[in-house]
């Protein structure tokens, strides 16, 4: 059967709907291209090239909002969403009100889409992976294996079109690198990892990142243990960007209205320390996650979610935000065509403090710092807070780096630690972006965490 161009399809879809008896309905258009490639001992390990292309369909029939998608834009597929929305809807059980969206009158004009990253060819990507696998083997001879190493990009371009007007596109692209080398001493390994995220290749710095991550590997070697107890913790930027990832879903209104988050009824009270201000940015320059508008096109906008320690607001889409009486912040998340509409913050992160991280060692004076957790799958209960993760790190004596540790585990409880947090550092970085936003911490001082060795 003839395939249509998203025009041609989206007006037969709206007219069918309409008929169908839908009164108000939206189209959610995704286009998408990733590249990724991996190498291993100077051979390509893992090669993909991926195109996604689909139509997501959701209309409000009788009351409550149906979905469906599919991936091939014809004549057949039209009466297919229609009967399938339609189907959905009637079999919902869920009576929570769900609307489509009008639109709001300005949208912020941001640009996420380099132009001359699409001109990079795969040979170059390639390139330049093999490239760092190579400097690495051969930064230093303890550098004995390259657990990862890889290249990866991607581009895409949506488009949300409803009944009501709205008609909005957003397209981005980026490509990241990460480095994980195996580094022997004795019958001893140990690893570290480096990565990059930008639009722009020129920021893929191969040197830079063979440098930090066998430096840190090497740093690791001669690891001991500490004694089981409590100690004051410096969390490195990383380690800090990863537990506020882990947690990020305990700011989501949808998880607090069903009972999956501790911060129910506690928007306008103390959450976290005077030094925590956490902020959800979607308009940040560079950000990865930076987008206009959000899964329902409502106009996104930067939002202290923590201020000083006050909970400001919960992260809404229209729907938890009808529940709640309160104006959706613009985090509606529709991660793919085939998607419902669920919440996820955009550039999510800790506001950075004054002080740098040898300030903040100097400041605990003894403890330890730590530096890469292991297990936050697993170790970390996001609806409790409580964790218990492997980490490891080193030793601070008197202001200073003493030893480095591993195989220690560090335990405490989320929502707690937002109230330990004695200083902000100034060192804020970024993780690699994904699906559910990016996420940025500086280093972090905690009153106290307890460590098992």
Same mark, same amino acid.
């Given at each position: 059967m003839k395939t249509m161009e998203f025009r041609e399809f989206k007006d037969k879809l709206f007219k069918a709907a309409r008929e169908a008896g839908f009164t108000d309905f939206e189209v959610y258009y995704a286009l998408g291209e990733s590249f990724k490639v991996t190498v291993y001992q100077k051979e390509i390990d893992n090669y993909s090239v991926n195109v996604t292309k689909g139509l997501g369909f959701r209309g409000i029939y009788n009351g409550r909002m149906g979905y469906a998608y599919t991936e091939i834009l014809d004549e057949e597929s039209v009466n297919l969403l229609v009967k399938n929305a339609k189907t959905n809807a009637i079999v919902k059980d869920n009576d929570d009100l769900e609307v489509i969206y009008r639109g709001d009158d300005k949208y912020i004009d941001i640009n996420c889409f380099n132009e001359e990253l699409p001109k990079v060819g795969e040979n170059e990507k390639i390139r330049l992976a093999l490239e760092m696998e190579t400097m690495a083997l051969e930064k230093d001879?303890?550098?004995?294996?390259?657990?990862?190493?890889?290249?990866?990009?991607?581009?895409?371009?949506?488009?949300?079109?409803?009944?009501?007007?709205?008609?909005?596109?957003?397209?981005?692209?980026?490509?990241?690198?990460?480095?994980?080398?195996?580094?022997?001493?004795?019958?001893?390994?140990?690893?570290?990892?480096?990565?990059?995220?930008?639009?722009?290749?020129?920021?893929?710095?191969?040197?830079?990142?063979?440098?930090?991550?066998?430096?840190?590997?090497?740093?690791?070697i001669g690891a001991g243990v500490v004694k089981t107890g409590k100690y004051k913790v410096v969390l490195n930027n990383e380690v800090a960007s990863d537990l506020l990832e882990t947690y990020a879903d305990i700011f989501s209104a949808d998880k607090v209205q069903k009972g999956m988050s501790l911060l129910k009824n506690k928007t306008g009270k103390?959450?976290?320390?005077?030094?925590? +201000?956490?902020?959800? !940015?979607?308009?940040?320059?560079? *950000?990865? %996650? #930076?987008? /206009?508008?959000?899964?329902?096109?409502?106009?996104?906008?930067?939002?202290?979610?923590?201020?000083?320690?006050?909970?400001?607001?919960?992260?809404?889409?229209?729907? +938890?935000?009808?529940? !709640?009486?309160?104006?959706?912040? *613009?985090? %509606? #998340?529709? /991660?793919?065509?085939?998607?419902?509409?669920?919440?996820s913050p955009t550039n999510f992160y800790v506001k950075a403090g004054e002080l740098d991280l040898e300030e903040l060692l100097r400041k605990m004076q003894n403890g330890l710092l730590i530096t890469e957790l292991q297990g936050l799958h697993s170790g970390a209960n996001t609806i409790s807070g409580d964790f218990s993760l492997a980490a490891k790190g080193f030793e601070i004596l008197n202001g200073e780096i003493s030893r480095p540790i591993e195989q220690i585990t560090i335990a405490g409880n989320f929502y707690q630690l937002m109230l330990d947090i004695e200083e902000v550092g100034n060192d804020i970085k970024f993780g690699i972006p994904s699906g559910g936003g990016c996420f940025g911490s500086p280093s972090l001082l905690i009153r106290e965490l307890s460590v098992a060795g």
């Open positions: 001879k303890r550098v004995k294996d390259i657990k990862y190493c890889g290249i990866q990009s991607f581009e895409g371009n949506i488009n949300i079109v409803n009944s009501k007007g709205l008609d909005l596109s957003h397209r981005a692209n980026g490509i990241y690198a990460v480095l994980i080398p195996v580094v022997q001493d004795g019958d001893r390994a140990t690893t570290s990892v480096a990565f990059k995220s930008s639009r722009n290749i020129n920021d893929i710095k191969v040197e830079d990142l063979v440098n930090e991550a066998v430096e840190k590997a090497l740093a690791y103390i959450v976290g320390s005077k030094t925590l +201000t956490i902020i959800d !940015d979607p308009l940040l320059e560079n *950000g990865m %996650a #930076s987008t /206009p508008f959000d899964g329902e096109g409502v106009a996104c906008h930067t939002k202290e979610i923590v201020r000083e320690g006050q909970l400001v607001t919960l992260l809404h889409n229209l729907r +938890t935000a009808l529940k !709640d009486g309160v104006k959706s912040t *613009g985090n %509606a #998340s529709r /991660p793919s065509y085939s998607s419902t509409i669920d919440i």
